[in-house]
């Protein structure tokens, strides 16, 4: 991670960002190249975005790179996405490293190739004493898969009689999910313009602030980070309140239960 830039503020920062990094593909053909060759642009992105993000103090930058649904794309791409992935967290690992930053990864791993799941284990090893930015990467991801998955858990625990059916709630629900332990996202960014979120932390986004840039991922930087972080921070957040108990709320900085 090396960039000339220095990140720093003056103003609060969330605790979690989540990003659905898209526009690869389109930023690659807009000037007549490979959609690869976005793709190889990308991690460029990843690394800029990882380092102004631990400069600002985040505790939490979750990003999707490749989802249950782009496993459906021409085989050759998704070798070269997973070649990628793979090879550039091996790269940076020493940097993640001297950055104090912590890799872990999400995701549906039995349909990873093993060698990439080995690969990947071992950069989650290597930066697990690492007490700064928490890296999230999302491969293989989808929320419906995480969904079904927690729901056969607790089927599981209910047929065991570790617990009843009765006593499943969002608390019990929500430790079965792969994030469990990470604070919901107080901001999710999709670069590349589309409304949607694809199958992307459905169940954790209930609250999160939502934002869209024009910009494909490619040429998303730091600058626009902080630039959506100063939006986030004039947002008010009523979790289903009225403005005026939102703004009571905010000044005992507590949240309403479900
Ligand atoms: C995002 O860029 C990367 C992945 C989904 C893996 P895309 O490859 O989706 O780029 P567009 O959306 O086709 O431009
Ligand atoms: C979302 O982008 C998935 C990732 C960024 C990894 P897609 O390009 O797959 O999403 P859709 O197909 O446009 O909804
Ligand atoms: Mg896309």
């Not at 898969?145 to 608390?171: C, H, M, N, Q």
């Not at 999710?188 to 954790?204: A, C, E, K």
Request: charged residues 20%; hydrophobic residues 40%.
């Amino acid at each position: 991670m090396t960039t000339s830039k220095t990140y720093t503020v003056n103003f609060p920062v969330p605790a979690h960002i989540a990003m659905i990094m898209d526009g690869n593909g389109r930023w690659a053909r807009e000037r007549g190249l490979e959609r690869a060759a976005g793709h190889v642009e990308g991690v460029n992105t990843v690394r800029r975005v990882t380092e102004a993000a631990s400069q600002l103090g985040i505790k939490y930058l979750t990003l999707y790179a490749f989802s249950t649904e782009n496993w459906n794309r021409p085989r050759e791409e998704v070798n070269i996405l997973m070649h990628l992935i793979v090879t550039a967290i091996e790269r940076e690992t020493p940097d993640l490293i001297k950055n104090n930053v912590r890799l872990s990864v999400i995701g549906d791993y039995s349909r990873v190739p093993a060698d990439t799941m080995t690969r990947l284990n071992q950069c989650v090893a290597d930066t697990a004493h690492c007490t700064g930015l928490n890296l999230i990467l999302a491969i293989s991801y989808s929320s419906r898969w995480e969904i079904v998955e927690a729901s056969r858990r607790l089927a599981v625990l209910a047929v065991e009689g570790k617990i009843t059916p009765e006593s499943i709630d969002a608390d019990i629900l929500e430790k079965q999910l792969a994030t469990t332990g990470i604070p919901d996202p107080d901001i999710l960014i999709r670069t590349g313009g589309d409304m949607r979120v694809s199958n992307f932390l459905l169940w954790q986004i209930a609250y999160t602030e939502l934002f869209v840039t024009q910009t494909y991922w490619p040429d998303f930087d730091g600058d626009q980070l902080v630039d959506i972080i100063k939006q986030f921070n004039t947002r008010q957040r009523r979790f289903g309140l009225t403005g005026e108990q939102a703004e009571a709320l905010n000044n005992t900085s507590s949240r309403p239960s479900s």
